[in-house]
């Protein structure tokens, strides 16, 4: 079977690289080829077992197979056969004629018989890799100048020459390897092993790219496809990670000058495929497939069969909807053990394919295109029923993005912050020609004409340097790819998980509900739907939430926050930032700076006090928040407000304790924050309330810091922003109020109407309602009195005098009247006191609040008597002296200070005379003529103007009481604002002249 040609070859003492040698490919294989001994030691040696035998001694061949039988796995007599080894005395009859036998040859006759004897132990490449492992492990405890050391050399030299042979083999001389596996994927299975011995498959590739380099990418090819191939279909974790190890170890073969050919062939292929959709980025192109691995459940399959991959993790046993700490522990650790695994190996893999300029491109053009077909992946899976089936899944995204981040650890550290960051150029972004796809997306500063003129510049170079397009290119595609991986994975984690509206609290109510009507039939069907859901929110923490990954994460949204900054204040002004906003900033997307957002307060979600791990973000809150140029979308500022409020000492968090002496939070972050408190008026109206409760917090604990009260004092006066501030405080106040007793109404009528239901009601549908309005109830109740007691806490000091301003102080007076009224008469007088505290609504709270601010805004702390506010009070239409003594009445009762009780008196007494002074004023005065009339409040006008709008004349105090809620005229509903209004000095006087006539006579 074997043809051996002659080729002058010296043994090595010691191991060394294979070099070229002694290989010919004819008829589809090698020619194996025989060197001849030239090594002295090894000669000497083989001369003494050559000398005359002794009586009962071994003739040569014996000795020499009993030095290497225990690996070849070949028995030439049957004193020494064993279950594992193929017996073949003929072998040992041809070697006994034979007294010249060299080393290498016979290795290379015994591995060779091996192989091509076909047997039920291992065959072909697996033989081989073991062989040569095993001559390895046997040189590790073999002196260095020891005879037996050239014996194992040759074998390991067999062993390269075969398999190269075997790998180039077309016309099947060997017998095929077990499990129906061609030779090739039979070595591509070798490499996927955790342990691949790279020396071994490090030598036979650079013999097969020596002695067959036309051959190279037909021989080796279809090994990568291989690994290609059964990642495609793997069905566990533990499979895909397999062949992504299995294209690690490949890159890692190197040869002796330091070349990785496969990796080199890797380059040669098409990363991008065919792929037109995001799903297809999974399957075509080479790269594509080895990112599909993981555990991440497909949210749409709860309540179905569940995915194969999902189960990577020992099985949970609930009950009742409960796990302990330790089962939880014991379910995500090996999630997170193999994960991280195959992240690093994923790493390690693009870092090898990003060492050339070549592999730099190619990588991130993928990149770029994974990206761009995947970009409304969010938007889609979230509103479109089967999205899922159109991008490329959680895993891929998850694993391509945890990837990247590993690839910016070194451009992210913070040691090099300063250094990196000068190197970051937003005209890669802004470039017409840029891979990724940012054109469409929303910019932040201007619309889509203008961006689009702005770029038209021909004058403006987009060219970067090196040392920019690295740093830039690296960070803008982690970036993007983890908008569609990571990021929104997180994001998907809270919404689906953590939410009251979420997929897991929806079916714990149902199932609730369920047990409750005592279902059957749907308990058993929501308790697997429940213990799934359980699971699959483990799973998805599990890998979100993995220290490794939220590390880069957090690396990450440091530095990108502090090159926003950069870009927003080049010139590190103070704050609040300037109103002309920088072009670059302005014309970048704003994806950039809602994602950091959106990170940030997942963290506050998730863990507040990880937010110490990311220095600088308290300067990206407070800049952003003190101006609405830059972040144009409320809703994105709210974000900022939650993460604050959520970082509180009140929520059992550090960060916002180590922020407090920051000259930042104390002179910028209250006024900042107050002057946010009018902006979330364009906030969607359900979501407002929410919006301001937090702000109210977070005002709050600062009005508890001496130096934060008195910045915000100080800006107050100066503002007209507080006089909106102030408007729309005072609106929240009885709107909240109102709510709350409307819902507390709502669910005394559905307990009625549950009690005896009316015929056609369904009672089921009147329970739902009843839950919906008992939150609605708990939530307004919880707002309500917050606002109230802010209200309070602010009058308590010298702001109360924005409350008591011209423009103001009528609507202070309505919203106090009006709150005692529906307190003592209307609205709450008809409800039963345990009905409000079941909310945790304490109407004596709300009197006692509505007391202090009474005696706030008359000055009686002061011992002063503020008779505009008296004023105010006394003429409004819902002023009640008998209610306000009610009011005084039920707070002497209830225990409530002396202070209060009697300052409150003291107020009722004043407004009772000042009352009485107006009525006996409006007697005199008689009808009021209509011109002077102000057609808003049908009261006399005391400095009239016109609207340019529409013509109409009204009292100035009225019409800018009301543009500091609504910017617009109130008869057309066209903008309009303070500065547009036409004083009327003539009509003044002539008012003025009437009512001293009416009086005097």
């Excluded at 409000?836 to 109407?843: L, N, Q, R, S, Y």
Aim: charged content about 20%; aromatic content about 8%.
């Amino acid at each position: 079977t074997t043809q051996h040609n002659t080729t002058h070859h010296k043994l090595p003492t010691q191991p060394q690289p294979l070099s070229k040698h002694h290989t010919s490919h004819q008829t589809g294989w090698h020619k194996l080829t025989q060197p001849q001994l030239q090594n002295h030691h090894l000669s000497s040696w083989f001369s003494n077992m050559a000398l005359p035998l002794s009586p009962g001694e071994e003739p040569l061949y014996k000795k020499w197979y009993r030095f290497i039988a225990d690996h070849v796995d070949i028995a030439i007599d049957a004193t020494n056969d064993s279950e594992c080894s193929v017996h073949q005395p003929s072998l040992g009859e041809q070697f006994q004629t034979q007294s010249n036998l060299d080393p290498e040859g016979f290795a290379s006759e015994l591995v060779t018989m091996r192989l091509l004897t076909p047997c039920t132990g291992r065959q072909s490449v697996d033989y081989l890799t073991q062989l040569y492992k095993s001559m390895t492990n046997a040189m590790r405890f073999c002196p260095r100048q020891s005879m037996k050391r050239p014996i194992y050399e040759a074998v390991q030299r067999s062993c390269i020459t075969l398999c190269c042979s075997i790998l180039a083999d077309e016309d099947n001389v060997f017998p095929p390897p077990t499990g129906g596996k061609t030779a090739r994927a039979a070595a591509a299975h070798a490499w996927m092993e955790w342990e691949c011995d790279a020396e071994f498959w490090s030598r036979v590739i650079t013999e097969v790219q020596a002695d067959l380099s036309d051959d190279f990418e037909r021989i080796l090819l279809p090994c990568l496809l291989e690994l290609r191939r059964f990642v495609l279909v793997a069905d566990t974790l533990e499979e895909g990670m397999s062949a992504v190890q299995g294209l690690s170890n490949a890159f890692s073969f190197a040869t002796p000058d330091g070349n990785l050919p496969l990796k080199d062939l890797v380059l040669k292929q098409d990363f991008m495929g065919t792929a037109t959709a995001g799903k297809h980025v999974e399957t075509q192109g080479f790269l594509g497939p080895f990112f599909t691995p993981g555990v991440i459940p497909d949210l749409s399959s709860i309540g179905q069969q569940v995915s194969p991959r999902f189960n990577a993790a020992p099985k949970l046993d609930i009950k009742n909807g409960q796990l302990s700490r330790d089962q939880v522990t014991n379910f995500q650790t090996p999630i997170q053990t193999s994960i991280a695994a195959m992240w690093d190996t994923l790493a390690a893999i693009c870092r090898k394919l990003l060492k050339t300029p070549e592999g730099q491109s190619k990588f991130f053009d993928w990149v770029a295109h994974v990206y761009n077909l995947n970009r409304m992946r969010g938007k889609l899976v979230g509103q479109l029923e089967g999205a899922h089936q159109l991008v490329a899944s959680d895993n891929f995204c998850v694993n391509l993005a945890a990837t990247l981040y590993q690839l910016c650890r070194k451009v992210v550290e913070s040691s090099k912050l300063e250094q990196r960051l000068k190197k970051m150029n937003p005209l890669f972004v802004l470039d017409p020609s840029c891979l990724f796809d940012f054109q469409s997306e929303t910019k932040l500063g201007v619309t889509d004409s203008e961006f689009a003129e702005w770029q038209a510049d021909d004058g403006r170079d987009y060219t970067l340097a090196k040392p920019e397009l690295v740093i830039t290119r690296q960070i803008i595609a982690t970036l993007a790819i983890s908008r569609i991986g990571a990021l929104k994975s997180c994001l998907q984690f809270i919404d689906e998980f953590r939410s009251n509206r979420g997929r897991l609290s929806r079916i714990q109510q149902q199932l609730e509900a369920a047990k409750a009507a005592k279902h059957q039939a749907a308990i058993m069907q929501l308790q697997p739907l429940l213990h799934q859901a359980i699971a699959s929110s483990l799973v998805l923490e599990a890998v979100i939430t993995h220290p490794a990954l939220q590390a880069d994460m957090k690396a990450t949204a440091c530095f990108t926050t502090s090159w926003l900054l950069r870009l927003a204040n080049p010139t590190n002004a103070p704050l609040p930032l300037s109103d002309d906003v920088p072009d670059l900033f302005a014309n970048l997307p704003e994806m950039f700076v809602t994602d950091s957002i959106e990170y940030l307060l997942f963290v506050s979600r998730t863990n507040a006090d990880a937010l110490l791990e990311i220095p600088g973000c308290d300067r990206f809150f407070i800049s952003f928040l003190s101006s609405n140029k830059y972040i144009t979308v409320p809703d994105e500022r709210a974000k900022i407000v939650e993460v604050l409020e959520r970082s509180l000492p009140e929520s059992d968090a550090r960060y916002f304790s180590s922020i407090e002496s920051n000259p930042m939070t104390i002179n910028d972050l209250g006024p900042a924050l107050m002057s946010f408190y009018v902006d979330a008026e364009t906030i969607d109206p359900y979501q407002r309330p929410g919006v301001r409760f937090r702000l109210q917090r977070v005002l709050k604990h600062l009005w508890q810091i001496g130096d934060a009260k008195q910045a915000i004092l100080e800006r107050s006066m100066h503002e007209d922003t507080f006089l909106r501030f102030a408007m729309l405080l005072i609106n929240d106040t009885t709107s909240l109020l109102d709510d709350a007793y409307e819902a507390f109404h709502n669910i005394k009528s559905l307990k009625e109407q549950l009690t005896q239901p009316a015929p056609g009601e369904n009672p089921e549908e009147l329970r739902r309602t009843l839950e919906r309005t008992n939150q609605q109830a708990s939530s307004y109740s919880k707002l309500a009195l917050s606002t109230l007691e802010f209200f309070s806490t602010l009058t308590a000091t010298s702001v109360v005098d924005i409350f008591l301003k011209p423009q103001v102080v009528t609507r202070t007076a309505a919203m106090l009247n009006s709150n005692v009224r529906s307190l003592f008469n209307t609205k709450a007088g008809e409800l039963e006191l345990q009905d409000m505290k079941a909310f945790e609504f304490d109407p004596l709270q709300v009197a006692r609040q509505l007391a202090v601010l009474f005696v706030n805004c008359t000055g009686i702390p002061q011992n002063a008597c503020n008779d505009r506010f008296l004023e105010a009070v006394a003429a409004n239409e819902r002023f009640n002296v008998t209610e306000l003594r009610q009011c005084a009445s039920t707070l002497r009762r209830s225990g409530s200070s002396h202070e209060l009780i009697s300052g409150f008196t003291r107020v009722i007494e004043l407004l009772q005379v000042k009352h009485a002074e107006q009525a006996a004023c409006d007697e005199d005065l008689g009808d009021i003529p209509d011109e002077y009339m102000d057609p808003i409040l049908c009261t006399l006008m005391k400095d009239p103007v016109r609207l340019p709008t529409s013509n109409t004349v009204v009292d100035r105090h009225t019409i800018v009481q009301h543009l500091l809620s609504f910017p617009t005229d109130p008869f057309t509903r066209d903008p309009l604002t303070e500065a547009d209004l036409v004083p009327l000095p003539e009509l003044k006087q002539e008012i003025e002249e009437w009512k001293r006539a009416k009086l005097s006579s």
